[in-house]
């Protein structure tokens, strides 16, 4: 039985590529191919990592009422009532 094969050929004139490749040649040679797979491993991982949290926020924030949540406060900067109450009695 033939056992699968793929071939990488980096574009070193993509940016992503050169720092693939820089990474690889920074590897011994006899680890390159545990590399490669341990890096498509966690880059797998990563993606159902991410779907599962944002899937885990969006029904929290479908439970939530945002609207409601946050109170809304005067501005920092707005008049008192005081004073608009002295303007109002000139």
Same mark, same amino acid.
């Given at each position: 039985?033939?056992?699968? &094969?793929?071939? =990488? /050929?980096? @574009?070193? @004139?993509?940016? &992503?590529? /050169? /720092?693939?490749?820089?990474?690889? *040649? *920074?590897?011994?040679?006899?680890?390159?191919?545990? =590399?490669?797979? *341990?890096?498509?491993?966690?880059?797998? &991982?990563? %993606?159902?990592?991410?779907?599962?949290? /944002?899937?885990?926020?969006?029904?929290?924030? &479908?439970?939530? @009422?945002?609207? @409601?949540?946050?109170?809304?406060?005067?501005? %920092? %900067?707005?008049?008192?009532?005081?004073?608009?109450? =002295?303007? %109002?009695?000139?």
């Amino acid at each position: 039985m033939k056992r699968p &094969q793929y071939v =990488f /050929r980096p @574009n070193l @004139n993509e940016p &992503q590529h /050169r /720092r693939v490749w820089a990474l690889l *040649q *920074q590897m011994p040679p006899a680890k390159r191919k545990e =590399f490669l797979v *341990q890096s498509i491993l966690a880059a797998e &991982q990563a %993606d159902r990592l991410e779907k599962s949290i /944002r899937k885990v926020v969006r029904e929290e924030l &479908q439970a939530v @009422n945002i609207t @409601n949540a946050v109170p809304s406060s005067p501005p %920092d %900067d707005a008049i008192p009532t005081a004073a608009i109450s =002295f303007l %109002d009695s000139l």
